[in-house]
């Protein structure tokens, strides 16, 4: 059911609505309640009995959010109520329409980049995109709410140049480096990097496109799979991986990120400075058969670090899922000689 931004408005409202345990909410409520925010937010107050029972029989859908509606009889009047008082649309997660929706407006305010007045767009856009660089503020912002103030990191694939990042923002809260298969450096892309560095030059729906048959099952269980020795690689992660990118707008949003990588690339630099500026103990762990992050990116560590510990394991990309004991040892043993 395509929802415009009408429905869109009564929907939280009416969520709201259901969500107040203080306040008991008849069909009459329900009405002027929706009827408020169209104003507040539209200047119209057009809405009916109908559109708000059809409203509500949307929410209790699959097609909507499955909401756990109660409707408690008071009298001769009925009011309505969550079954729970922690429930909210809020924090389920998006539907394919609305994601379908998110995409339409990120792209109409992009048109708007670069204009006068209009700097504060960057932040807006960042915060709707899957980007790397709001990612790491996430994950910035988490480590300041719970107070941590000194630690190891420990980066792989993706997740080291939110790492770096962190590093580079706040480098007198990292004790240390472990990077297994966590590249930053040029020289440690693979060849697969050639096909994406062409589309962030050009980056068309055609190119984006092209990539759709990463997120196939035997293209993940190949991620897995490849260069990882015979009978070591179990399919719990392959099979969470692809059912976790099967679910709606998570390809696109895995699009988003590919696109964005050329962020992390651009960095690679920035990132080399700080590991000559602050020098902190670094480990290495490399499957030595990844075809995404070669070796010649972990034996890189040793120009920017000299001390850098450098391991590789006859394994692929996903090297814990194969010789996770082989680099526990070795990180344990670290840690122990450097804090």
């Known amino acids: 059911m395509p929802q415009n931004k009408n429905a869109v408005i009564r929907y939280q409202t009416l969520d709201k609505c259901f969500s107040d345990f203080r306040h008991r909410y008849y069909m009459d409520d329900l009405i002027e309640a929706c009827a408020q925010a169209l104003i507040d937010y539209t200047g119209t107050d057009s809405v009916s009995r109908r559109t708000v029972f059809d409203d509500i029989t949307f929410m209790e859908s699959s097609q909507g959010w499955s909401i756990p509606l109660e409707r408690i009889k008071d009298g001769k009047k009925v009011y309505y109520r969550y079954k729970y008082k922690d429930f909210t649309i809020n924090n389920k997660e998006l539907t394919a329409d609305e994601i379908s929706q998110l995409k339409t407006t990120i792209m109409t305010i992009s048109r708007y980049r670069g204009l006068p007045s209009t700097e504060w767009l960057e932040d807006v856009i960042s915060n709707l995109e899957y980007r790397f660089d709001h990612l790491a503020r996430v994950i910035d912002k988490f480590t300041e709410t719970i107070g941590l103030t000194k630690f190891a990191m420990y980066v792989f694939d993706y997740g080291a ?13 990292i004790t240390a480096i472990i990077s297994q298969n966590g590249n930053m450096y040029e020289e440690g892309l693979g060849k697969k990097w050639e096909a994406r560095k062409a589309y962030w030059k050009n980056p068309t729906d055609e190119l984006r496109q092209q990539f759709a048959t990463a997120y196939a099952l035997e293209t993940i269980i190949g991620q897995y799979t490849f260069g990882t020795p015979e009978g070591r690689e179990g399919p719990d992660g392959y099979s969470l991986d692809y059912y976790y990118v099967c679910q709606p707008g998570r390809a696109e949003m895995q699009n988003d990120l590919i696109l964005d990588y050329r962020s992390n690339v651009a960095l690679y630099p920035e990132f080399q400075q700080y590991l000559r500026t602050y020098q902190p103990p670094l480990l290495a762990v490399w499957g030595e058969n990844d075809p995404s992050f070669i ?10 670090v000299p001390n850098a510990e450098i391991h590789f394991v006859p394994s692929g990309h996903f090297a814990l899922e194969s010789h996770h004991t082989e680099i526990a040892k070795l990180i344990i043993d670290f840690l122990h000689r450097v804090l």
């Open 295 to 304: 070796p010649a990116g972990a034996k890189a560590f040793k120009r920017d």
């Open 161 to 173: 140049p939110i790492g770096y990042r962190l590093a580079m923002w706040h480098p007198e809260r």
